[in-house]
């Protein structure tokens, strides 16, 4: 499993490289856009686990949850979206994706690291 610092480091490395939000022709976020980009979460499924009917539900659902297609497609993707910890981390990378500007991230993504102590 990924640890804690590993995904932030390539969620950041995704987003910084990307520079684009990941939405549908609505405006609304998608982890998988029909430009193919990513969002966070997206950013960390495998390709070959994404499917359409994972779109709909934000990580912060999963914060109560037990379990769902998304949590177990994160798991399958050495993401243990099970462990209360790392679903927090998602939440948190996922609102920088979701509600920043795009020039905010990088100074976002890097307070994050430094909360976490992974920087």
Request: net charge negative; with cysteine.
């Amino acid at each position: 499993m990924l640890s804690p610092k590993k995904i932030y480091e390539r969620v950041s490395e995704h987003l910084l490289t990307q520079r684009a939000v990941s939405e549908d022709d609505n405006g609304s976020c998608r982890l998988r856009s029909p430009e193919g980009r990513k969002c966070a979460i997206g950013s960390l499924v495998n390709d070959d686990l994404y499917e359409p009917e994972l779109e709909g539900v934000g990580i912060s659902y999963y914060r109560h949850a037990q379990d769902g297609k998304l949590l177990r497609a994160l798991f399958a993707s050495n993401v243990n979206a099970y462990d209360p910890n790392i679903i927090d981390l998602l939440i948190e990378l996922e609102e920088i994706h979701d509600y920043a500007d795009i020039d905010e991230w990088p100074e976002l993504l890097a307070a994050l690291g430094k909360r976490h102590a992974f920087v």
